[in-house]
Each structure stands twice: as structure tokens, then as C-alpha cells.
């Protein structure tokens, strides 16, 4: 995973495996529901959440909840873009979709 996003130009020490969580979203969730990650850090649950609704069909949303601005801004948005968009360095294909971001105070 840290070569992935290391493709796309980000930086993260511990980045959870797509695969796995996707496999976790999977079992223990439906194909409409909304699964909430309070420590989004690099952005995983939402990658692994477009790939299984892109690979399955499915209509799974997410809630990342990140509380390191920095860590937004400079990793959570610009994967969550490249999954969105694609990223052909990295060889994620266009996942479609889209989020909100919100800042609460």
C-alpha cells in the first residue's frame, strides 16, 4: 500500500490494505450501507469501499473521520481524487463516485 500511494505522490507510514478492508466491508455490511471509519487516516475505508461498489455493483457510502488537518489536505483528499478520477501511475482505474468534505468547529 505505501508503494501505491508512494505512485501517487503521497506519503503515509501505515496505510491498511484495500483488500482486506474491502473483504471486511463486505462481510459484515449490505450493499446500501453506510460504513464510518472514525480514524480515516490515508483514506483506505473509502478506497476499499468505490472498489467493492465498483467491483460488485454495490451502493455502499462511507463517513471518514479524520481529525489531522494535515493529514487531509496532503494524503485523505488527493487519494480519494486519484480513486475517484484514476490514477494510471499507480494503476488504480476510475472508481467514478464522488465525496463531501466538510470541516466541523
Given at each position: 500500500?505505501?508503494?501505491?500511494?508512494?505512485?501517487?505522490?503521497?506519503?503515509?507510514?501505515?496505510?491498511?490494505?484495500?483488500?482486506?478492508?474491502?473483504?471486511?466491508?463486505?462481510?459484515?455490511?449490505?450493499e446500501s450501507d453506510i460504513v464510518l471509519?472514525?480514524?480515516?487516516?490515508?483514506g483506505t475505508t473509502?478506497?476499499?469501499?468505490?472498489?467493492?461498489?465498483?467491483?460488485?455493483?454495490?451502493?455502499?457510502?462511507?463517513?471518514?473521520?479524520e481529525m489531522n488537518r494535515d493529514t487531509i489536505e496532503a494524503v485523505t483528499l488527493p487519494r480519494l481524487r486519484a480513486v475517484i478520477d484514476g490514477h494510471a501511475a499507480s494503476g488504480v482505474p476510475s472508481h467514478g463516485g464522488g465525496f463531501r468534505f466538510l470541516r466541523l468547529a
Open positions: 500500500m505505501r508503494l501505491m500511494l508512494s505512485k501517487m505522490g503521497l506519503t503515509f507510514a501505515y496505510p491498511k490494505p484495500v483488500t482486506l478492508i474491502s473483504y471486511l466491508i463486505s462481510v459484515f455490511t449490505g471509519d472514525s480514524f480515516a487516516g490515508s473509502g478506497h476499499a469501499v468505490m472498489e467493492l461498489n465498483r467491483s460488485t455493483g454495490s451502493r455502499r457510502r462511507f463517513i471518514l473521520v
